[in-house]
């Protein structure tokens, strides 16, 4: 097991303190990111990134095609419906 490390910071005035280049590295922690703080027992303290959620993540990521046309999508099922229907009563 690898040899706990320590780092120190300091509070500022206004509750602040700036998290170790090496742990925000090891997290993947960057700016305007979340991290949760958990209080253990014997004033233990835990940080680790907030999860995303879904409504932070929509478009995080480019789509791969431009998005489908969906009044055209309507029309075609729309068409495909009408005749199949038309196919079934020709029967």
Same mark, same amino acid.
């Given at each position: 097991?690898?040899?706990?490390?320590?780092?120190?910071?300091? +509070?500022?005035?206004? $509750?602040? +303190?700036?998290?170790? #280049? =090496? @742990?925000? =590295?090891?997290? $993947?922690?960057?700016?305007?990111?979340? @991290?949760?703080?958990?209080? $253990?027992?014997?004033?233990?303290?835990?940080?680790?990134?907030?999860?995303?959620?879904? =409504?932070?993540?929509?478009?995080? +990521?480019?789509?791969? !095609?431009?998005?489908? !046309?969906?009044? =055209? #999508?309507?029309?075609?099922?729309?068409?495909?419906?009408?005749?199949?229907?038309?196919?079934?009563?020709?029967?």
């Amino acid at each position: 097991m690898a040899e706990d490390k320590e780092y120190i910071a300091t +509070v500022t005035s206004k $509750g602040q +303190v700036t998290i170790p #280049i =090496e @742990i925000r =590295e090891l997290l $993947g922690i960057s700016a305007q990111d979340k @991290i949760v703080f958990r209080l $253990g027992k014997g004033h233990k303290i835990e940080i680790e990134p907030l999860p995303m959620t879904l =409504e932070e993540a929509f478009g995080s +990521v480019s789509p791969l !095609n431009m998005p489908e !046309n969906f009044d =055209e #999508i309507h029309r075609i099922a729309r068409e495909e419906r009408e005749d199949k229907w038309i196919r079934k009563l020709s029967q």
